[in-house]
């Protein structure tokens, strides 16, 4: 069985995941829908590409698209702030759902989405790539083996400069975007509660609060274990500075660690340090070829729940207000 996609907004990772779905199994990508009239000719711009839109039914309206009959699944790339508002909409349509990251702009927004696909009985799947990304992925996997004793402690970070390509500029707007905190360190957020639960609290500051901009936010994860977890995450930095995503997990027996290069590293506490093989591919290759045999099985994914997605969001609204009040807050999921 082929599951036909539908993808709403082609923009950055509109883009993305169309070339990507092109790799995955069992799916094709049909249709597409879009606001702008060039990007619905498949002229993506600020140097993401371009489609061939001519095998494609394309929409300029989301209702159409989910109206089309021949879908089974819409992936929804659309700016955060209208992720639940098309999420429940396509879900009430009788599609299954694949929305971006971050869930929604606020968790309030995202139990909507939630309830939405209860309701519906289709499945909806947020596409948290950091739990598939194969080096965050394989370091889960021997964290979680036991292998190397507990983890003392672990830093994660995610760094860039400013985005510039976000239709109507989007990104730049708090209320829509959330900004870096939302926007670019829920990535790290989600992978620490994948690896470590949820925490009970978290103790956060934050560069550009006075703007109401958040666009440098650092965290401190209290899981109630003698453990220092913490991430770090930043876009105000300049626009040549290389985006990067680097980890460290220290535990009792070894270390490992991607803060070098892209590689992952094991630093064992005796004997040689060596390269750790992954899988090959991305996380959108991973994730997306995870919740297309999701699909195929009518099964939700034990990867990435909606709960779980959602939890998140909550995970950074409390480290939002830590930020704000200057004090730890608890975390309510
Ligand atoms: N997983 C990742 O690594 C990753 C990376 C970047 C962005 N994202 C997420 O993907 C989402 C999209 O981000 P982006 O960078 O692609 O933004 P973008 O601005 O490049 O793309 C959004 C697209 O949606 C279109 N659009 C807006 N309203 C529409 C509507 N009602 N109907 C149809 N099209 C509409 C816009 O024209 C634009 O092309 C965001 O939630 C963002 O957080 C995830």
Excluded at 63 to 70: G, I, K, R, S, V
Excluded at 168 to 181: C, F, I, Q, T, V
Excluded at 301 to 315: F, G, L, R, T, Y
């Amino acid at each position: 069985m082929t599951i036909r996609v539908g993808i709403l907004g082609l923009g950055m990772m509109g883009k993305f995941h169309h070339d990507t779905y092109a790799k995955v199994k069992g799916a094709r990508v049909e249709a597409i829908c879009e606001v702008d009239p060039k990007k619905r000719q498949g002229i993506i711009g600020h140097g993401f590409g371009e489609i061939n839109v001519s095998k494609l039914r394309v929409y300029s309206q989301a209702e159409a698209l989910f109206a089309d009959p021949a879908l089974d699944m819409i992936d929804v790339c659309l700016p955060t702030y209208l992720h639940a508002k098309y999420t429940v909409a396509a879900l009430k349509a009788g599609k299954h759902v694949v929305c971006e990251k971050p869930m929604a702009r606020t968790s309030a927004e995202a139990k909507t989405m939630i309830e939405a696909a209860k309701k519906s009985g289709k499945q909806l799947f947020v596409a948290q790539c950091i739990r598939f990304w194969p080096s965050y992925a394989k370091a889960r996997e021997l964290v979680m083996s036991g292998k190397y004793g507990k983890v003392l402690t672990a830093r994660f970070c995610r760094m860039s400069g400013l985005p510039a390509w976000s239709w109507e500029n989007w990104l730049h707007d708090p209320a829509k975007s959330g900004r870096a905190a939302l926007d670019l360190h829920i990535h790290d957020v989600d992978f620490v509660q994948y690896l470590f639960g949820k925490p009970k609290s978290v103790l956060s500051c934050a560069g550009g609060l006075k703007k109401g901009c958040l666009d440098h936010i650092i965290t401190s994860y209290e899981f109630g274990k003698d453990q220092l977890v913490s991430a770090e995450g930043a876009w105000e930095y300049a626009s040549a500075y290389p985006f990067a995503m680097t980890f460290s997990i220290c535990m009792e027996e070894a270390t490992l660690d991607m803060t070098r290069d892209t590689k992952l590293y094991l630093y064992p506490l005796r004997g040689k340090a060596a390269e750790v093989k992954v899988p090959a591919g991305d996380g959108y290759f991973h994730e997306l070829s995870h919740f297309v045999q999701c699909v195929r099985s009518n099964r939700g994914s034990d990867v990435v729940s909606p709960e779980s997605a959602m939890n998140s969001v909550k995970i950074l609204e409390a480290e939002v207000e830590s930020a704000r009040l200057s004090k730890p807050v608890s975390v309510r999921c």
